[in-house]
């Protein structure tokens, strides 16, 4: 079994959608990170949780510690929306961080 | 904004030769990372780096791969003999109370 699952593996939405992206990890961890990655190119880092919920503009992570889960919900998506969002669990403060097979998202205007 | 760099962005280079990939942490940090992606494949941890020794490294780091931290700044990954299958984006990280990762450098053997 993966370490990190996500769920979908892709997802097209219409601009202007609420759009979910799953996580849900099998290890002990002290911080989950969501990062995006467009195409060809490199990984910014958007959250990094320990605990409850974040959000930055129209970007909200939350953590289930206890369950293991996590979401990324983007309101109100537009085209420029459009990579790939990795979940990354990391067991401890300054070790690996442990990538998720991604989620693809398209947006379409 | 702190900024992880990365050079070169793209090399090409002939089988069997080496290849040294170079990333610039931020200057506070003391945890560094090597990661690569394979075209169309999830990111994959090379190698972890602290106090001037590798704190852990994944299978895919054998012994055509090495890391280093000449002077104090860079943090380099070196492949000694580069096979077809090393071709890949790879990605620096450092850490302090977050990971920072840099733009990738795309190695393409041929």
């Known amino acids: 079994k993966n370490e990190v699952e996500q769920s979908p593996q892709n997802l097209t939405a219409q601009e202007g959608e609420f759009i979910t992206i799953n996580c849900s990890y099998s290890v002990g961890i002290s911080a989950l990170h969501w990062l995006q990655q467009h195409p060809g190119g490199g990984i910014v880092s958007l959250f990094m949780l320990s605990s409850g919920k974040k959000k930055h503009g129209r970007l909200i992570a939350t953590i289930n510690i206890q369950e293991k889960h996590s979401s990324l919900h983007i309101t109100a998506s537009h085209p420029r929306d459009s990579a790939v969002y990795i979940c990354a669990p990391q067991k401890t403060s300054y070790d690996k961080v442990i990538f998720g097979p991604g989620t693809s998202l398209s947006v379409i205007p | 904004e702190p900024e992880v760099t990365q050079t070169p962005s793209h090399q090409v280079t002939q089988m069997g030769q080496e290849v040294i990939l170079r990333c610039v942490p931020i200057?506070?940090?003391?945890?560094f990372y090597w990661y690569r992606q394979i075209l169309g494949q999830k990111v994959e941890f090379l190698v972890s780096?602290?106090?001037?020794?590798?704190?852990?490294k994944s299978e895919i780091f054998d012994d055509q791969f090495s890391v280093e931290r000449p002077d104090g700044s860079n943090f380099t990954l070196k492949i000694r003999s580069t096979k077809l299958e090393d071709s890949a984006m790879y990605f620096c990280?450092?850490?302090?109370?977050?990971?920072?990762f840099g733009e990738g450098s795309w190695l393409t053997v041929v």
């Open positions: 780096f602290y106090n001037n020794e590798i704190s852990e």
């Open positions: 990280a450092s850490g302090g109370n977050t990971i920072y």
């Open positions: 200057s506070n940090h003391l945890y």
